[in-house]
């Protein structure tokens, strides 16, 4: 292999795009599922290299599902004023927070679908995936907003934040139900971090303060300028959401998290949170690779437990499984509330785990497929937690799929045969039609 590994494999970039009719089905889709799947990640421009992984312009892969068929497959670049050849550091230093990749994730909300990703604004897309443009919600938008945020089940808000390398380092958000950026707080944090997610809880935000710090002197030299810092420390914030400032600092071991599973209150009122957890040579030996090394490596990145008691500011910490996982997911009417399904995928695997009894159900792939992020869909009016589908883009040499598991047993229900491989991305949704 020459060249960066992710310009190549799994992970490289299509040319360009296009449209597709009438998909091929394999087994039976659930009429349930009418709506749409949209993946988003990142696909540079023929001939071009972004220098990382991260970097790469947004490319979002949608499939229409509808009535027991896959109506159809598209593709398009999110085009941001990056994408036109825009940068994102003016000539006067100041910050242009259109001129961003838009590449890790595509959610609903109110009435817009997202594009996006945590060094700017978020650029709204259409149902068919045509760009309208970037989106600061009538100016009241005025940090960038991560590409994790969560929607409260109870109450239909959508809680974010942005962080930055200048001050204001971290800042709080929500948008109503309808979608109205109705809240805005700077929180106190000692410095920029990267911060990748967060989690909510009922009656809590819960902040990670963890050391993968901007360095200035790493401009120019790296494409992103953060690296891990011991000296930084690594905490863990709790946070009422009635009384926003005041924060309960929890020291941890030293570690980094780029994704959360959920988080929640448990009977006693402490918090726990699930999410997947590298500790530094783990972080060290990914974050090298993906910027230009020759594998993605999860064999260190495990799902953790902690439980932070605000009463009584103890804290616990637990290896729930030591397998390699990444992209953890859920059911999303449970974000915030105990729940206990979490599903995750490693390099030929989706994973099921069981908190509950501390079971985990595997799914195998054969050792040339490369599943992505495994999105979980109730069914309409479901009983159990895990009564549903889980949707992942499978990809391998032959080209790519999008596989329908049962989510209780993880047993194959449908396969779509997309018409390209799909390069391997980051994160979906999916957008159910309204009824």
Request: with cysteine; hydrophobic share 40%.
């Amino acid at each position: 292999m020459t060249g960066p590994a992710y310009l190549s494999g799994y992970l490289a970039p299509v040319a360009d795009e296009m449209d597709a009719y009438d998909l091929p089905v394999t087994g039976a889709l659930p009429p349930e599922l009418t709506g749409r799947y949209f993946r988003n990640g990142p696909n540079p421009l023929p001939g071009q290299d972004p220098g990382h992984w991260f970097l790469g312009p947004g490319m979002i892969h949608g499939i229409r599902l509808r009535g027991g068929r896959a109506e159809w497959y598209r593709n398009r670049w999110v085009r941001t004023a990056e994408l036109e050849g825009a940068s994102y550091v003016r000539p006067d230093l100041s910050i242009d927070r259109t001129a961003v990749p838009a590449n890790t994730h595509v959610v609903p909300h109110g009435d817009r679908i997202l594009a996006l990703v945590e060094s700017g604004l978020p650029y709204e897309v259409t149902a068919e995936l045509d760009t309208v443009g970037p989106c600061d919600f009538g100016g009241r938008l005025t940090t960038a907003m991560t590409a994790h945020p969560k929607q409260d089940p109870q109450t239909g808000e959508l809680h974010f934040f942005g962080y930055g390398a200048l001050p204001p380092y971290l800042t709080y958000h929500v948008l109503d139900a309808a979608g109205e950026l109705v809240r805005s707080r700077e929180i106190a944090v000692t410095g920029p971090t990267m911060m990748h997610d967060f989690a909510i809880t009922a009656g809590h935000v819960v902040w990670l303060d963890l050391p993968v710090v901007f360095d200035p002197a790493l401009i120019g030299r790296e494409r992103i300028p953060y690296r891990w810092d011991d000296a930084h420390g690594a905490r863990l914030g709790v946070m009422p959401r009635a009384e926003l400032a005041t924060v309960r600092w929890f020291d941890v071991d030293p570690c980094f998290v780029f994704h959360v599973g959920n988080a929640y209150e448990d009977a006693a009122g402490a918090v726990v949170l699930d999410a997947v957890r590298y500790d530094v040579a783990g972080f060290g030996s990914v974050w090298s690779r993906l910027g230009g090394g020759a594998n993605l490596d999860r064999s260190r990145a495990q799902l953790y437990r902690w439980r932070l008691d605000p009463a009584t500011g103890t804290r616990r910490e637990e290896l729930l499984d030591d397998r390699g996982v990444e992209f953890p997911t859920h059911d999303n009417d449970r974000t915030g509330r105990p729940n206990r399904h979490l599903y995750a995928v490693g390099e030929h695997t989706i994973v099921k785990y069981d908190t509950g009894t501390g079971s985990a159900t595997v799914y195998r792939f054969d050792a040339e497929q490369r599943p992505g992020e495994a999105v979980f869909v109730p069914t309409d009016g479901a009983r159990a937690e895990d009564e549903g589908w889980l949707l992942s883009i499978v990809t391998g040499p032959a080209g790519s799929v999008l596989l329908v598991l049962d989510a209780a047993d993880l047993a194959p229900v449908a396969t779509v045969g997309l018409p390209r491989r799909v390069p391997a991305g980051f994160h979906g949704s999916w957008i159910a039609d309204r009824i």
